[in-house]
């Protein structure tokens, strides 16, 4: 019996030992795994269209190397469990700026200048190379940008009512809004749309050093000035319900990203962009959070297959990327340089993104902002939706805010 | 009070095992270890390793070069258990309970009726009960809350209107948010349970019945005393399985009052949004690890007092 206990002993402790060796053994493989120095993977989570015409344009201006798409839906949370790892993580990856600064700190990525010079940097609008730069490095080449725009039905919204001034606006809403109709709908409660109205009292979520504001006065001004124009939207703050009221034509105008362009060209819509409303208050406008799509490169890549990466970073930086990617997901192009084609330079939409840049402020990169965008998320809910009183709720969330800063060290 | 004797018992002489035993024994631990090593490697695992990081530095700014910190974060996450911690754990409670309570009756009450001997069509409605299991939860809940609980599409409020009252938004205030979630709860895990019941159901010997009929028991003399006490011991480690799944429910709640961007002004947290909107998001992963690991501790008291309850 005892020999059997034993013998029971063992195999529960190899059910237990057996993962550890497992997991250390596939580390080690990682880490001696052979790298085909002329295959690139490319990670991202962007539409087919988007994927398939980088695809065709890496192809016809890099034929050497073999390029492997990857879709891949938790993206970010991928790379936090295998980003130094070469054989289970890509060699770059696409995303919006706004990561940069987590996986920069987590050590991940490498800067683009190893690969890009400053000066090809140069002509790259502005905004864009400012949004990919963290503690003085750019750990981004910037592709292409999107931000919010204020569209409108024609049907419904005429161009000469199209308001120019929040309070336009205001009294648009409160003269067409009844019976099932909206005069306009956005995502009033989701801090990606509401800090446009905090960024038009001239404030801001977070600082550049990563301190929350949302006890600012700003802050609180915004929320307070916000609120009426929140009575008079639906109780429901999701992008499928403002989608859907503007797509089915019962509302008449709305705050959306480029994203809703072509359901709403499908359904027949007839859109009109217009630049956003200017508060009345503080005379500034509107101004939404730009997202900067593009190309990031990831250490052991940079390390292992620098040549190729160098000439894949290079074709990149072709303006024809650009202008073809801009063509598949009707974004903005990063490169000045593309605005020289015709197609981009007469697209509407283009040219009122290009414009809404010059307001647009870029998402903070930093990784504290990963916490806030759940703390404005659920101070928005406590005042629009739960009637809290503004000062109270703002001080309780500045509160938390810090606390999770802290909690993050 | 008189101090009861304690009666000891005996001790049981261990018997010497015969070859033939200890080879039985050796054949079933052999051919148990396939599945042994399994489990360490999908359940022991991840929770040693939990454990593991729990005790180290891990966050952004330590990815991969974290260091051993000892019990700091659980000096830390001891600090998490303030009053919205512990309204959470009570409103997780009162979760459990309200879940449970109404998934056994209901359950047994459809189960019994899938029972009924002279029932037409059974398959098809087994069939029909069994069908929110086989959609994915995500859909389901994604479902329930556009089609259903959304101001201005869903069904309920389609009624309202049509009766002529006031659009209700109801997963906006943290009592009717609790009634939506345990609804869509009890929509999914029900089928669960009814399939455990009818099965229970089905293999208690029908004679039993037949002589409690011959004595005159009624239908709730038989439930009482025959049924409920059978099945009791086959149910029992669903009803623990379905006690810790509601206990540690997330999805239903976050995704129908508090995805981020669909937030819906409820204030309802069960212990595991809670501890997700005030630790995980930070991305320490020690942080995090530690409040996991204190959440498996609280689970694993009370799994341990469900097991006296159970063996009482």
Redesign the interface.
Known sequence: MKRVRKLAAWILTLAVMIPFVFTSVGCSQGADADTDSNQVVIWHDKEDAVAEALLAELNRLVPDVEFVLEKKTSLTDSLKLSGNDPSASPDLFIFAHDKIGVFAEMDILAPVTEFVSEETLSSYLDMTVDAVTYKGEIYELPIYFETLLFMYNRRYMQDEEVPSTTEELYSYMQANTGRGRYGFVEQHSTAYYSAAWIHGFGGSLISEAGEPLLDSDAVKNALSYHLKFVELMPGETEYSTVNTLFIEGQADSTIGGPWMVPSAREAGIDLGIAPMPVVDETGLSLSPYSGVQGVYVLKHAAESKKETIQQVMTALCDPSVGIALAQASGCAPANTACYDDPDIAEDEMVTAMRDTAQIATPMPNIPEMDVMWTVTGNLLSDVNLSGEDVETAADEAQKQALDLIAAMQ | MKRQKRQVKPKKK?L??SPKQ?KI??WS??C??PS??L???VV??PI?YTGYISLTNM???H???FDIIGLDNYK?ALFLVDSGFLSALLTTILWTIVNMAIQLVAAFVLASLLNIQSLKLRKVYKTLLMFPWAMPGYVSILLWK?GIF????GLLNQWMERLGLQTV?WL??DVSAFICCTVVNLWLALPFMIMIMDGALQSIDKSYYESAILDGAGWFRRTVSITLPTIRPIIGPAVIITVFTTFKQFDVVYLLTQ?????????FHTLITYTY???F????YG?SSAISILIFVLLLLFSWKFRLEEKS
């Open positions: 261990r010497p095992s200890r024994t050796f631990y052999l148990s270890a042994l090593i489990i360490g490697l022991v695992f040693l966050n952004v700014y990815w991969f070069d830390r556009t959304n101001s201005q599409f938004r906006s205030n995805q981020a961007g669909a937030k819906t002004g409820s204030h909107e005030n630790a998001i930070t991305n320490n942080y």
